[in-house]
């Protein structure tokens, strides 16, 4: 499984995913992405959180206008931009909204939720949790042609050698009668 990753990331196959009874190392880090934005969401997250939360609070005790909804709080003699005051609830906003950020950036990073993938509709995948090996190169990569890739991974002297249907739909048991 290593070789033929390896093999195939140095062929320029970037869209593959290996399956495999148990985690192999030198494999998951060709298939990793080089750049993962979820550092970038979380931090984008946590400056809107606090950023946005701590300039509404501003508004509301600074704004000179008469509205109901923004009036001065003239609190044990402060001013009304008393900043220390602000600081208690604009941490807790950047924590809650950088938590947010994790938890949806994750999801949407990881393509969740999918429930089913069509590689489910390959028989001989139902052995890949037990004793099989499958590398799978998805049609999406740039580098990918039916024919050359075919005659790629039959250079790996693969077991089998199987097509991913493209159907995407969930194909319900049928009712027994």
């Known amino acids: ?14 869209k593959m995913d290996a399956y495999s009874p148990f985690p192999i190392e030198e494999v998951s ?10 550092a970038l969401i979380v931090l ?14 501003t508004w509301f005790n ?9 009036y001065p709080m003239n609190i044990g003699g402060r001013p009304n931009w ?7 609830v604009t941490y807790e906003a950047t924590i809650l909204l950088a938590g947010f950020g994790a938890t949806f950036g994750m999801i949407l990073l990881n393509g969740l939720p999918r429930m ?10 139902a052995r890949a949790s037990v004793d099989r090996f499958f590398l799978c190169i998805e049609a999406t990569d740039p580098q990918f042609n039916r024919q050359q ?29």
């Open 1 to 14: 499984m290593s070789e033929a990753a390896h093999k195939a990331h140095d062929a320029g196959y970037t």
């Open 44 to 57: 984008l997250s946590a400056i809107l959180g606090g950023g946005g939360l701590f300039a509404l609070v």
């Open 62 to 70: 600074t704004s000179p206008y008469p509205w109901n909804f923004a």
């Open 29 to 38: 880090h060709l298939l990793a992405p080089k750049r993962d934005p979820q």
């Open 82 to 88: 008393s900043w220390q005051a602000f600081i208690p």
């Open 116 to 125: 089913y993938h069509p590689v489910f509709n390959v028989p001989e995948f």
């Open 149 to 177: 890739t075919q005659r790629f991974l039959e250079g790996l002297n693969p077991l089998t050698l199987a097509e991913v249907p493209h159907d995407q739909t969930i194909h319900p048991a049928t009712p027994r009668s």
